[in-house]
C-alpha cells in the first residue's frame, strides 16, 4: 500500500469503516512511513478537538424547542406520504443549515488552546481507545521493563502493581495486560483491566509539563472534564505523575473504583519516587574516602 493509497482512505481507517485486511496494510504501512504517521495523527488530533469543542460548549446543543420542533415535522413527513418529497426537502435545507452552522461553530472553537487537563484527558481517551478497545495504536506498545529503563523509571511500579487479581465490593477487577503505549506525543505506562464486564484503562504519565501546571497535586480522585463520546476520565495526581482511569463506566463509578486502584498506586509511587531521590543525595553528598 502506497502512500496515496493510505491518505486516501485516512477518514475511513479512522472512523472503522475499513476491512480488517484493510486496516492491517495500513498499520504495515504506517510502522515504516513517518509522513503518513504524522498525517494519521493530526487527522486525529482534529477529530478529537471537533468532538471536544462540541462536547465542551453547552451553546452548540440544539435547543429543546428545536428538537421537539423537528422531531414533530418528522412525523408529520411519515404521516403524509403523499407529500413527502416536499416535506423531505424542506427537511434536508433545515438539515444542511444546522450543519454548516454547527460547522462554524466549531471552527471557532478549534482556535482556542487546550487546557493541560483537557490535553491530558483527550490523550488519555485516545489512547484508551485506540490501545485497549481497537488496538490501533500507530507505534506498538513496548515492555513496562524496557520503558522504565529508557523513559520513566516509575513505569516499573507497574509490572506488578496492582495486582492482577483486587477485590472491590462490587466485584473482581483483573488485570488482562501491562505494557508501556505511546498517543500522539504522550508516553503512557498502560494496565488494561477488567471490571464488571467493562474494559478499563489505568494509565501513569508525567505530569511536569501537562496536567500538573492545571490541576493542583490531590491525594484523591477528579474527574477530568466532561464524559467524552461515552468516556470518562479520573486522575489521581502527585507531584510528578498522574494516574488516570478511562472507561465507559459512569463517573461516579469511576471514581470509586479510582479510589481502591489508583490512590493506593499514587501513594506506593511518590514513596518509592522519594526514597530514590534520597538515596541519590546521599550519594551525591558523601564525602569522598580517603
Known sequence: MTCRDVREVAESFLS??????????ILRHLETCPSCRADMDARRRLRSALRGAFDRA??????????????????????HTGRRWGGFGRWLAMAAALVILTGL??????????????????????????????FRLIRHPIPLEDAARQFDRA??????????????PDGTVHVVERHACLYDDR?????????????????????????????????GPHVLGRRTGGLSVVSVNGP????????????????????????????????RLISIDVSRLATLFAAPSR
Open 105 to 134: 461553530a466549531a471552527a471557532v472553537f478549534l482556535h482556542r488552546p487546550l487546557t493541560p487537563a483537557e490535553a491530558l484527558a483527550e490523550d488519555a481517551i485516545g489512547d484508551h481507545r485506540y490501545c485497549a478497545l481497537t
Open 155 to 168: 513505569y516499573r511500579l507497574l509490572i506488578d502493581a496492582p495486582p492482577v487479581d483486587v477485590a472491590t
Open 58 to 79: 453547552p451553546e452548540l446543543q440544539p435547543r429543546a424547542e428545536f428538537t421537539d420542533r423537528l422531531r414533530e415535522q418528522l412525523r408529520e413527513a411519515g404521516a
Open 16 to 25: 472503522d469503516e475499513l476491512l480488517t485486511e484493510t486496516n492491517h496494510e
Open 187 to 219: 508516553r503512557f505506562g498502560h494496565v488494561v483491566l477488567q471490571y464488571r464486564g467493562h474494559v478499563v484503562s489505568l494509565l501513569m504519565t508525567a505530569t511536569e509539563a501537562a496536567a500538573s501546571a492545571a490541576e493542583p497535586a490531590d491525594a
Open 240 to 271: 510528578h505523575h498522574a494516574i488516570l482511569l478511562v472507561s465507559d463506566l459512569d463517573s461516579a463509578a469511576l471514581t470509586e473504583l479510582s479510589r481502591l486502584v489508583s490512590v493506593p498506586l499514587a501513594e506506593r509511587l511518590e514513596g
